[in-house]
């Protein structure tokens, strides 16, 4: 039996983009792999399984192996860095597929299922039928509980991204051009869809100005981002937050850890907010994400959220009130901290190094 489980890139190919990365084109570079491995065995491809990851995107196939129509073995591929790459295979007679050897020890009949791969070489069947999602090497478990874990492997990576810098680190967020040229003040295209927080351009909002020159204070702007979901959350009725934006502002730097040159984590986004209603009474609950359908869902439920990206060596974070969706982009609508209206930022016309999304209830 040959069994692996190390990435190897895999082939050059005339596929340049995760959506040209299809069933068709996954199975060709899962044959092109064995026959390289095997020095030309002539084996086919069967079945091919698409599988999503923590952040339900498609994340890459699982390609059946067969030969003359039998089992002979599988490749799992996974989408790295718009390249795919072979995370796994194993190669040889009656060797089946890690899905279907789970849907056979479980007796898991796999109508209407959602493949998933959340960890490093884990396999997941989320049946929504009967609210199960059985696992490889883990526990069944309820769609909530899954959901749960997904969020939790999300909050990992943004913290495993702190560890290497990928995020700017305690940066000053507001010295490279590139975050400022993500927004502007209009948005290209015919509308496709659009939505917004109630009442959200009813409140007064702060920016740089209101910070440096008003109150003095140093510019922080995931600092600055939180005081605007809180100046909010005080229009719709949570009076107890502070209506004076120096004791909030101050509260709310101590609270992410905020270092004197105005940088904040972004792992220290969520938290900060959480402590701060708390602190003023009121109970607050937060998801983590970084997909653009993730925003379109929380504002729907009317739960403001906060984005902070990072271009390069440097990051932004701003407050999200309400999304646009046009034919050419995908927009969210945000207070961006340097202006005291709102504005456009591209969530799909630029390449992130890095992005991370929180919505809040309060």
Same mark, same amino acid.
């Given at each position: 039996m040959l069994l692996g489980a190390?990435?190897?890139?895999?082939? /050059?190919?005339?596929?340049?983009?995760?959506?040209?990365?299809?069933?068709?084109? /996954?199975?060709?570079?899962?044959?092109?792999?064995?026959d390289v491995v095997f020095e030309n065995p002539g084996l086919e491809s069967g079945d091919v399984i698409p599988f999503y990851d923590e952040t339900d995107q498609l994340s890459g196939y699982c390609v059946d192996i067969v030969d003359d129509g039998q089992p002979n073995g599988y490749v799992i591929i996974k989408f790295s860095n718009g390249e795919q790459t072979v995370s796994e295979f194993a190669i040889e007679p009656g060797v089946k597929n890690p899905y279907d050897q789970m849907a056979e020890e479980k007796n898991v009949s796999l109508e209407d299922v959602t493949y998933y791969s959340v960890g490093p070489n884990d396999y997941q069947i989320v049946d929504t039928d009967s609210n199960v999602v059985y696992g490889f090497e883990s526990e069944e478990s309820t769609i909530s509980q899954f959901?749960?874990?997904?969020?939790?492997?999300?909050?990992?990576?943004?913290?495993?991204?702190?560890?290497?810098?990928?995020?700017?680190?305690?940066?000053?967020?507001?010295t490279n051009a590139l975050v400022?040229?993500?927004?502007?003040?209009?948005?290209t295209g015919t509308v496709h869809s659009r939505g917004g927080l109630t009442g959200a351009g009813s409140a007064t909002y702060c920016n740089q100005y209101t910070i440096q020159n008003t109150l003095g204070k140093t510019y922080a702007c995931a600092v600055v981002a939180l005081c605007n979901m809180m100046k909010y959350y005080y229009s719709r009725g949570r009076t107890n937050i502070d209506a004076n934006l120096a004791t909030m502002y101050d509260a709310i730097w101590n609270y992410a850890g905020t270092d004197s040159g105005g940088g904040t984590l972004a792992s220290k986004i969520p938290g900060a907010a959480q402590q701060y209603l708390n602190s003023k009474g009121y109970s607050c609950s937060y998801n983590s994400f970084s997909i653009y359908s993730n925003f379109i869902y929380w504002i729907g439920e009317n739960r403001p959220c906060i984005f902070a990206y990072t271009i390069g060596g440097s990051g932004h974070a701003v407050f999200v009130l309400g999304y646009v969706?046009?034919?050419?982009?995908?927009?969210?609508?945000?207070?961006?901290?340097?202006?005291?209206?709102?504005?456009?930022?591209?969530?799909?016309?630029?390449?992130?190094?890095?992005?991370y999304g929180y919505s809040f209830q309060a």
């Amino acid at each position: 039996m040959l069994l692996g489980a190390v990435p190897f890139t895999v082939f /050059a190919s005339d596929a340049n983009t995760l959506e040209e990365i299809n069933r068709e084109n /996954a199975a060709a570079y899962a044959v092109s792999f064995v026959d390289v491995v095997f020095e030309n065995p002539g084996l086919e491809s069967g079945d091919v399984i698409p599988f999503y990851d923590e952040t339900d995107q498609l994340s890459g196939y699982c390609v059946d192996i067969v030969d003359d129509g039998q089992p002979n073995g599988y490749v799992i591929i996974k989408f790295s860095n718009g390249e795919q790459t072979v995370s796994e295979f194993a190669i040889e007679p009656g060797v089946k597929n890690p899905y279907d050897q789970m849907a056979e020890e479980k007796n898991v009949s796999l109508e209407d299922v959602t493949y998933y791969s959340v960890g490093p070489n884990d396999y997941q069947i989320v049946d929504t039928d009967s609210n199960v999602v059985y696992g490889f090497e883990s526990e069944e478990s309820t769609i909530s509980q899954f959901q749960t874990m997904k969020q939790q492997v999300q909050f990992q990576q943004i913290l495993n991204a702190e560890m290497v810098n990928l995020n700017g680190g305690s940066e000053n967020y507001s010295t490279n051009a590139l975050v400022h040229d993500v927004i502007s003040d209009t948005y290209t295209g015919t509308v496709h869809s659009r939505g917004g927080l109630t009442g959200a351009g009813s409140a007064t909002y702060c920016n740089q100005y209101t910070i440096q020159n008003t109150l003095g204070k140093t510019y922080a702007c995931a600092v600055v981002a939180l005081c605007n979901m809180m100046k909010y959350y005080y229009s719709r009725g949570r009076t107890n937050i502070d209506a004076n934006l120096a004791t909030m502002y101050d509260a709310i730097w101590n609270y992410a850890g905020t270092d004197s040159g105005g940088g904040t984590l972004a792992s220290k986004i969520p938290g900060a907010a959480q402590q701060y209603l708390n602190s003023k009474g009121y109970s607050c609950s937060y998801n983590s994400f970084s997909i653009y359908s993730n925003f379109i869902y929380w504002i729907g439920e009317n739960r403001p959220c906060i984005f902070a990206y990072t271009i390069g060596g440097s990051g932004h974070a701003v407050f999200v009130l309400g999304y646009v969706k046009t034919v050419n982009y995908n927009y969210l609508q945000v207070m961006d901290g340097w202006n005291s209206y709102s504005r456009y930022l591209n969530f799909s016309g630029y390449n992130y190094t890095a992005k991370y999304g929180y919505s809040f209830q309060a």
